[in-house]
């Protein structure tokens, strides 16, 4: 388990080496390095009629934090940034959607399964002919081994695929902004 450095309030004047390198530079590497996941997929999702889905990522542009293990995996539990610190996270998600002129578009933050109610986002249907796009936002809190994913949902009547043309890929970022 990994955890977080903790400042310290030195009395006596003098500090140690090893209370410098625990207590000032320990912090401050933390810092410059703080966990960070910033991921993507480049392949189609069918996300089904109805039905929150995890939005699911193959591609890391960065996936980092102090102990080197980093948060994501592009081959296990794809849909998930699994935190090996705990504290507040800010998570952005979004994703583009195939063209179809039915029904509504949505997406929220979820955590370790369960939706966040204040980050769900509802929007409107593509025009027909083009894609639509839909974000989502938030902070929440992880521990150790929680876990934060973006969910879709459409209702068109049927399953409709994700749309990755043009670059525009579902995508996920996560920064670890602080503790309690």
Do not use: K
Request: proline share 4%; glycine share 10%.
């Amino acid at each position: 388990m990994a955890t977080v450095p903790a400042s310290h309030t030195f009395t006596d004047g003098v500090a140690t080496s090893s209370e410098a390198n625990a207590y000032i530079r320990d912090p401050i590497q933390f810092n410059l390095a703080r966990p960070l996941c910033d991921v993507y997929s480049v392949a189609v999702q069918s996300i089904p009629n109805n039905v929150y889905t995890a939005l699911t990522f193959d591609t890391e542009y960065v996936d980092r934090d102090p102990s080197g293990s980093g948060g994501h995996s592009t081959s296990v539990n794809t849909s998930r940034f699994t935190a090996v610190y705990a504290g507040y996270y800010g998570v952005i998600g979004a994703y583009t959607y195939a063209a179809n002129a039915a029904g509504f578009r949505g997406a929220v933050v979820a955590v370790n399964g369960t939706q966040q109610d204040r980050t769900r986002r509802i929007g409107p249907p593509a025009a027909a002919g083009t894609s639509g796009y839909i974000a989502v936002a938030g902070t929440v809190f992880l521990n150790v081994g929680d876990y934060v994913e973006i969910m879709g949902v459409q209702n068109t009547g049927a399953g409709l695929n994700t749309d990755v043309a043009n670059l525009a890929y579902p995508s996920m970022r996560v920064v670890w902004e602080g503790t309690a």
